[in-house]
């Protein structure tokens, strides 16, 4: 499977964005899909997560009531609306998909990792 995140931007406090991350491959439908994210100087940290068929979500606590996660499994791709956007949400986020089908929070529960769209947020 591979992964391509896409969407980031510059946005200005209090904006909304949609990140889209597209996967290849036939079995997308079979996996847990994860976002992560990058802040500068920071480790990566869990921002959200969905089980393989949409129905169940999970997220930090940073972005809850903010961040949204959703997956279309006919078109292979998982999706993150962020809004009410903060500076401290600036980050190279990352979409990841698991090997099982469950929302997991660890990032070594991800076994695929596409490779990440920045996203700034100005003050």
């Known amino acids: 499977v591979q992964l391509q995140a896409f969407g980031g931007g510059l946005v200005q406090t209090g904006g909304s964005l949609r990140l889209s991350c597209a996967a290849s491959?036939?079995?997308?439908?079979?996996?847990?899909m994860g976002w992560f994210r990058r802040a500068p100087g920071k480790e990566r940290e869990f921002v959200a997560a969905?089980?393989?068929?949409?129905?169940?979500?999970r997220y930090a606590d940073s972005v809850k009531g903010r961040f949204t996660i959703s997956r279309d499994n006919a078109a292979n791709t998982v999706y993150l609306q962020i809004n009410s956007l903060k500076p401290e949400d600036t980050a190279v986020y990352y979409c990841?998909?698991?090997?099982?089908?469950?929302?997991?929070?660890?990032?070594?529960?991800?076994?695929?990792w596409g490779q990440g769209t920045l996203l700034t947020v100005s003050s």
């Open positions: 990841a998909g698991a090997g099982g089908g469950y929302f997991y929070n660890k990032d070594y529960e991800y076994r695929y």
């Open positions: 491959g036939r079995t997308f439908s079979l996996y847990g």
């Open positions: 969905i089980n393989s068929s949409g129905g169940t979500t």
